[in-house]
């Protein structure tokens, strides 16, 4: 059987205009990009090929808003905590912390 799709890119609406914007920018109201996102899903939720469906759903617009945090929080995260804290006790306390929460 032929897979459901390859790949998928919706383009949202970007601009305010007379149909509300649906982008995930922070300039307009975040949870119309993710109504968009929520109809996809359950549009190819709802197909019969869905349990052949292993294409990954990704939102480009909030990931790439949430790059610069992260790469941020990375930076000072792994040069306070390198410089801190030597790499055996990271390593154990990182261990402690899987442990718990599985």
């Known amino acids: 059987m ?3 799709l390859r790949r998928l890119y919706i383009q ?10 649906n982008d995930d920018h922070p300039s307009h109201d975040i949870f119309e ?11 190819l939720r ?7 469906f292993e294409v ?16 941020l929080g990375i930076t000072i995260g792994v040069t306070t905590i390198g410089i801190a804290f030597p790499f055996w006790l990271v390593t154990i306390l990182i261990v402690i912390l899987f442990l718990g929460l599985v």
């Open 33 to 43: 990009g993710l109504k968009v996102i929520k109809e996809v899903y359950e549009a």
């Open 46 to 52: 709802s197909s019969p090929q869905w349990n052949e």
């Open 56 to 71: 990954p759903i990704i939102d480009y617009h909030l990931a790439l808003f949430f790059q610069p945090l992260l790469l």
């Open 12 to 21: 949202s609406r970007l601009v305010d205009d007379i149909p509300i914007a």
């Open 2 to 4: 032929k897979p459901l």
